[in-house]
């Protein structure tokens, strides 16, 4: 019953931008840790940047710090994620993942075995 799904992927050139959405159902919304994971070919998921919905505080993955923004806007139930001056090596597919424990985005323990529903993903390729 628990749903996330992700749009907005795109191929887009460096230094470029695209935001991210991810639209849930099925869960009390404003209780949850909701992430994005992305995952390049042949490379583990990693996790991108998380947002507590509760109180809206945040946490970036290092590569990602000063480019990405996540924002929540809770009565829509949606989560987005803006992407601005993309690199090549930010090319993977984007997942939505969300899970009610609260402890996970303060300390960015933002790892794929913690989240218990995810979405499809959506491709982002940034050319060169």
Do not use: H
Request: proline share 5%; with cysteine.
């Amino acid at each position: 019953e628990v749903q996330v799904v992700e749009s907005g992927g795109d191929l887009v050139q460096a230094g470029g931008s695209l935001r991210l959405s991810c639209a849930a159902s099925g869960f009390t919304f404003d209780n949850y840790t909701i992430a994005w994971f992305r995952q390049a070919p042949g490379k583990e998921r990693e996790g991108v940047s998380c947002i507590r919905t509760s109180d809206g505080s945040t946490s970036y993955a290092d590569s990602v710090k000063g480019r990405f923004t996540i924002s929540s806007d809770n009565a829509k139930k949606t989560i987005f994620l803006q992407m601005d001056s993309l690199k090549p090596e930010d090319t993977a597919v984007y997942y939505c993942a969300a899970d009610p424990k609260p402890w996970l985005c303060p300390g960015f323990l933002i790892l794929p075995p913690f989240f218990v529903s995810w979405g499809q993903g959506t491709q982002v390729t940034v050319s060169s």
